[in-house]
T-cell receptor, first 116, second 114 residues
């Protein structure tokens, strides 16, 4: 079976500090990977998606960047955090679209980031 | 055209009642419509999903009704229980450029009172 991990679970960082959130998926190969941000009481905003190693696409311009150094590892980073970066960050995976699998997105447990 | 409109924003239902959440979409290229359930502090989890060639799908107490011509779909929770209290998101998805492009509704916070 497939599992998705995120860490840390919670993070409190000062404004201007760097950020690194990690997501790993087990039990599948060549997944599509996604980073979402969820503001309090709001929906999910897609930040980045990746269809393969070093293949990253950004949905919205912002203070964040993403990298995929390994097939099942997805990292969200920032060089200098802003107050507006606070939120609940969710990683998700799907099967590659080339296959006959379901199109369901499977979400990780999330990271609660507070920037002070 | 990429929006998915979800209503109501919040819903209070008595235990044993029926909870109904509605969604509408614009883009007819969407071909997969999942519903997610999210508890506080947790990631969303797939609840039930439907493709547009089916008008209804039922799994236990959860039913999706789909109206392709009206571009609307809804989630019905029968015999609602306090444990169903959560935020529910509808979504519409299509394959685009090698990935699943998913558009989420804004969520409905459901509270089931005893």
């Amino acid at each position: 079976s497939q599992t998705i991990h995120q860490w840390p679970a919670t993070l409190v960082q000062p404004v201007g500090s760097p950020l690194s959130l990690e997501c790993t998926v087990e039990g599948t190969s060549n997944p599509n990977l996604y980073w979402y941000r969820q503001a309090a009481g709001r929906g999910l905003q897609l930040l980045f998606y990746s269809i393969g190693i070093d293949q990253i696409s950004s949905e919205v311009p912002q203070n964040l960047s993403a990298s995929r150094p390994q097939d099942r590892q997805f990292i969200l980073s920032s060089k200098k955090l802003l107050l507006s970066d606070s939120g609940f960050y969710l990683c998700a995976w799907t099967w590659p679209t080339s296959g006959a699998h379901t199109d369901t997105q499977y979400f990780g447990p999330g990271t609660r980031l507070t920037v002070l | 055209q990429q929006q998915v409109k979800q209503s109501p924003q919040s819903l209070i239902v008595q235990k044993g009642g029926i909870s109904i959440i509605n969604c509408a979409y614009e883009n007819t290229a969407f071909d997969y419509f999942p519903w997610y359930q999210q508890f506080p502090g947790k990631g969303p989890a797939l609840l039930i999903a439907i493709r547009p060639d089916v008008s209804e799908k039922k799994e236990g107490r959860f039913t999706i009704s789909f109206n392709k011509s009206a571009k609307q779909f809804s989630l019905h929770i029968m015999d609602s229980q306090p444990g169903d209290s959560a935020t529910y998101f509808c979504a519409a998805s299509m394959r685009s450029g090698g990935y699943q492009k998913v558009t989420f509704g804004t969520g409905t916070k459901l509270q089931v009172i005893p």
